[in-house]
């Protein structure tokens, strides 16, 4: 089994940043891919972000390419998701996930493992 556990979330003014962590625990290895994906309230839980096996590939939704960047230590089994320029719309429940492949995917049903969530809440 796999177990990962979130944090970094919090409250924070538009415009500001914020850095989510994803530590994962168990039987893992580096060899796999991992995302971010968030749901608001009333809205179904959407794709993020996402990065391969070795952070040699990045995939970002329209609505946050050029703010938020996905990044990996495979060292420390911990992905990372730094948002900058933080809009009202970025609030949501913030999700990690973990693929066993190599190849990132932003298909939320092809991620085995995930985790709690981290809330982020952005306030004007």
């Known amino acids: 089994q796999v177990q990962l556990v979130e944090s970094g979330g919090g409250l924070v003014q538009a415009g500001g940043s914020l850095r989510l962590s994803c530590a994962a625990s168990?039987?893992?290895?580096?060899?796999?891919?991992m995302g971010w994906f968030r749901q608001a309230p009333g809205k179904e839980r959407e794709f993020v972000a996402a990065?391969?096996?070795?952070?040699?590939?990045?995939s970002y939704s329209d609505s946050v390419k050029g703010r938020f960047t996905i990044s990996r230590d495979n060292a420390k089994n911990t992905v990372y998701l730094q948002m900058n320029s933080l809009e009202l719309e970025d609030t949501a429940v913030y999700y990690c996930?973990?693929?066993?492949?190599?190849?990132?995917?932003?298909?939320?049903?092809?991620?085995?493992?995930w985790g709690q969530g981290t809330q982020v809440t952005v306030s004007s």
């Open positions: 996930a973990l693929g066993r492949r190599i190849y990132l995917t932003t298909t939320e049903g092809l991620y085995d493992y």
């Open positions: 168990g039987r893992t290895s580096s060899m796999y891919a």
């Open positions: 990065i391969n096996w070795n952070g040699g590939r990045t």
